[in-house]
């Protein structure tokens, strides 16, 4: 209800805010009150304050509890801009957006959610209002060194224009001072931007990408047949996957997210989960295995995962690797078809080498 009423809000708002814009303004009773910097701003930051509500919008339907206080804010903004602007779509924008306010604090307990945001996104959109502050105040103290700075909205203005590299021109130093200042603002602006765009953005690219990786995965995870499952992330896993490589489809079932990611840019299959899972092992499409291979660090994992796999596809081969030598028995039990004892072996093969 509050987000619906929230996106509902922002969409008045923008378009009260365009109206507002292309065609000459209506004047009410606050006119006489209303400075005319506001007066002649008034459309563009209606429309801004639009943008933003539906970002808040969008955050309340997943309540976030930074969501929540945007919108509380902005709300009474956008009754005061309708009271303004006067425009056919005012009305409904201060009724709606008063309806809003005290919906959002009725439902106040609804939105506990934290926004998720890391210290290094909280640090990056810091560094951006912290630039454009610092280009504003000294812009406008610097104002009588640079051409066509009269006031605060000038000044922000040019920090925006340069901080972002577009730069119109219009704004120019007439002094020492004032080029050495508009450096460091476009330095600062351009790297703080920078870092932004890749702090913000990155990991909603990255969620967008992994998810489509996903479903690519799992449709190749429907298709396999008569692989080889690997179960476990121990010293063996690696060696195995080397030889495995270019010699038959396999898949790695891990708890190691780092090892699935490795694995997945050099074009293996991994699953993330518990090797002894049964929703895992499904996943992994067990069912059309030629072979399971239980190499996790310990024997109690190794004979979960042997359990596990002879339950559900009980005509699959399990080999299994034992850690410790009196576990051998415990592994076949289990139902694992072969046991190896990989110290036994190394040491037979030292003897054998030795003799030769």
């Known amino acids: 209800m509050s987000s619906l009423l929230t996106l509902s809000v922002g969409v008045l708002a923008i378009v009260t805010g365009i ?29 801004l304050t639009g943008f933003v509500l539906l970002a808040s919008g969008y955050g309340l339907n997943q309540g976030y509890r930074a969501a929540w206080y945007v919108a509380v804010v902005l709300l009474p903004l956008t009754t005061i801009q309708g009271l303004v602007q006067a425009s056919p779509l005012a009305f409904p924008l201060v009724i709606g957006s008063l309806i809003a306010v005290a919906v959002l604090v009725i439902q106040r307990d609804q939105f506990n959610n934290s926004s998720g945001l890391s210290t290094a996104q909280v640090a990056a959109g810091g560094a951006v209002l912290g630039v454009q502050a610092y280009g504003t105040v000294g812009a406008f103290t610097l104002r009588d060194e640079f051409t066509n700075v009269d006031t605060v909205l000038d000044a922000f203005y040019f ?11 219009d704004i120019t130093a007439t002094t020492q001072t004032t080029r050495l200042f508009a450096m460091t603002v476009l330095i600062l602006g351009t790297a703080s931007f920078a870092a932004a765009i890749g702090v913000l953005l990155g990991p909603l ?3 967008r990408l992994a998810a489509g990786l996903g479903r690519i995965q799992t449709r190749q995870l429907r298709n396999l047949q008569d692989h080889v499952l690997i179960l476990g992330t121990g010293e063996l896993t690696q ?18 997210q780092p090892l699935a990611d490795e694995l997945t840019t050099r074009g293996a299959l991994a699953v993330v989960g518990d090797p002894s899972d049964e ?3 499904q996943r992994a499409n067990i069912e059309e295995a030629a072979a399971v291979i239980a190499a996790t660090p310990t024997d109690a994992e190794d004979v979960l995962g042997a359990l596990t796999t002879d339950a559900l596809a009980p ?35 030292a003897i054998d080498a030795a003799d030769a």
């Open 315 to 349: 005509d699959v081969r399990i080999v299994a690797a034992a850690t410790n030598a009196e576990n051998v028995s415990k592994l076949r039990r289990a139902g694992a078809d072969i046991v190896l004892d990989p110290s036994y072996i190394g040491a037979k093969l």
């Open 279 to 281: 929703a895992t092992l």
């Open 159 to 169: 920090t925006l224009v340069t901080a972002s590299t577009v730069g119109y021109g």
């Open 205 to 207: 690219i990255e969620a």
């Open 19 to 47: 109206l507002h814009i292309s065609y000459s303004p209506v004047l009410t009773v606050l006119e006489p009150f209303v400075p005319p910097l506001v007066q002649s701003a008034i459309g563009f930051s209606s429309a």
């Open 239 to 256: 060696p195995m996957v080397s030889e495995l490589e270019g010699r038959t489809e396999f898949v790695v079932v891990t708890r190691d």
